[in-house]
């Protein structure tokens, strides 16, 4: 599939209340028809809270919401939740196929000015899902800061990052979001959260929707609840990286740590 229609879901959160935080979203999905990939934001079942591995959903009931909505919708589902694991918490991006495989991606890099890392297992995997023809890279809110992790070895087309990212930071986020396109020459769309939290956090959203280039195909209003919609081309993105192939180029290198 050349094109890949996406939908951001840009909402705020009820904090630690995992069913109100899926009734809400039950209302937006029955609606989303068409589009091939629905993401969610960080979190979305209890906002970024520290403690909510201990009495966040389950994960197979927050498997089984998103298996019912890439069936409803004949989309991809995504979106990371606190999941309790034997091993330990984890922040747990989920990326769900109509009638078909969930894929899953621990963050990597954890939030230590909210002690994130105290409280959850960082994952140690890189992972790429194929999509109708496409190439998808998930990541997680505070990964967008570290570069080398979201390199483009030519495995993806498209990044996604989900994010509970904080107003006073907005700047960063909305700069660093065009970085990993323009760097990587791949559609970069990051859906964020808006309103505050349990602990008094606000979040203005800015999702973005950005192509190889760093032009902003779709951009949500600050401080607003909204869906963003983006219909982005596989031809367009080859063409860009035939005419300017700065990707042959890069320099080869190895992370320690990571989990072929």
């Known amino acids: 599939m050349s094109t890949l229609n996406i939908s951001l879901l840009q909402q705020p959160l009820t904090w630690m209340d995992g069913e109100a935080n899926l009734a809400h979203f039950d209302g937006l ?5 068409g589009r091939d990939l629905i993401i969610l934001p960080e979190m979305f ?27 409803a919708t004949d989309a991809m589902i995504g979106g990371s939740a606190a999941i309790g694991t034997p091993q330990g918490a984890v922040n747990r991006f989920f990326l769900v196929e109509p009638r078909g495989r969930i894929h899953i991606y621990d ?23 194929d999509w109708r023809g496409w190439r ?16 483009n070895r030519q495995d ?3 990044a996604l990052y989900v994010a509970n990212w904080p107003a006073p930071r907005a700047n960063h986020w909305q700069t660093l979001l065009a970085a990993r396109a323009i760097e990587n020459q791949a559609y970069v769309a990051g859906c964020n959260r808006v309103g505050a939290d349990g602990n008094g956090h606000q979040y203005s959203g800015d999702s973005m929707i950005i192509d190889p280039s760093g032009n902003v195909l779709a951009q949500g ?24 192939p700065a990707w ?13």
């Open 45 to 71: 079942t209890t906002g970024f809270a520290m403690e909510a591995s201990g009495s966040a959903l389950p994960q197979d009931r927050v498997e089984a919401w998103l298996q019912q909505w890439a069936d």
């Open 156 to 158: 993806y087309d498209l």
């Open 248 to 260: 042959l180029d890069a320099d080869s290198f190895t992370l320690d740590g990571e989990e072929a």
């Open 29 to 33: 999905l029955g609606e989303a028809r």
């Open 136 to 151: 998808i890279l998930p990541q997680v809110c505070y990964d967008l800061r570290f570069p080398a992790w979201s390199r």
């Open 221 to 244: 209003a600050p401080r607003q609840a909204t869906r963003l919609d983006a219909s982005l081309s596989l031809a367009s993105l080859r063409e860009y990286r035939e005419a300017f």
């Open 107 to 129: 963050k990597r890099h954890l939030f230590r000015m909210a002690d994130e890392h105290q409280y959850y297992q960082a994952g140690k995997t890189r992972v790429v899902v």
